[in-house]
């Protein structure tokens, strides 16, 4: 039983031992009811008020169990009460405890600025992963619920410089930010990019032309939810089909699919060999959509099978987390 049930069943178990007292003086005396109910009271709590009613036999007897009634419950409420109130914040504590000690520990993690509506699905996303995620959120009550799921989060104010340095900035790899206003997003990209140089930044972008000025600002990529939104719609009624297969192909079962980009290392075997020769849909069983060459931004679409892979090349494929793992192992690509 939890411990919110066990106070919840103390204070019926008092108001039902005030009604049995405040009935049984009733009848047993020649009390009023409110008198009577006066009478309880005393008697439970006590305090050695003299008894304002002749008490027979009977009703010396019915005290006796309305004290003993009455001491017993206080002592298991009491007990209770404070047992909830201790183990309740020694279980914060130690909570928060390990949680600051993993995030002391944080290396080549994300930073997600916000935990709104878009900020929730990025924490979904990554909870599918075993990627670390580190959440910067202002409200306390958010941050608590996040700690209390086991999510990785700190409480401050992602636009300050100090809060960004407690979220070890200058040792993540990737920041989003997901705040409900451009201008919050621009400062904090600003502050970030100037923290570190390599960070890998994603922005939301709420207005028209904001992706611009979140860009120039230093953000790698844009999303806007509400350009998304509309066109997500607008295909669901000019192009349900498509729209459908795209769903398949990324939702099977209860299993999730992923586009994921699989970097070549110097050091693994698929160097030098061609797609063929690598055999990657039969190794690993995922499906190479895409080749990019280091250092270019154009993508191969639908590589042939005498396509040659090189170090420094990324791969774009689709399959399933593990799937993507046993090619990382293979390219010898270390990120998480």
Known sequence: MSEKKKLVYILISVLLLLIIGTLGYYL??????????????????TVGYKEIGELDVLGRLFTVFIIFG?????FYAFTNFTSFLIEGELRDIFRRR??????????????????????HSVIEQFSKTDSPLLVVEDNKDKVNNLIEQGIMAIQGDATYEPTLHKAKIDKAQGLITSLPSDADNVLIVLTARELNQNLYIVSRA???????????????NTISPNVLGGARMASLLLRPTVVSFLDVITQAGEELLDLEDVVI???????GKSLEQARIPERTGLIVLALKNQG???????????????AGNTMLVLGKIEQVDTLRELACDRRT
């Open 28 to 45: 047993l005396t020649d009390l009023s009811l409110f008198n009577s109910f006066y009478m309880t009271i005393i008697t439970v709590s």
């Open 70 to 74: 009455g001491l017993s419950l206080v």
């Open 98 to 119: 390990s949680m600051q000690s993993k995030i002391e520990q944080l290396s080549n993690h994300y930073i997600l600025c916000g935990a709104g509506e878009t900020g």
């Open 206 to 220: 709420i207005e028209k032309n904001a992706d611009v000025k979140l860009k120039r600002a230093g953000a790698d």
């Open 265 to 271: 290392c110097d050091n693994s075997d698929l160097v």
């Open 296 to 310: 270019s931004s154009e993508l191969r679409l639908n590589p042939s099978s005498d396509e040659v892979l090189s």
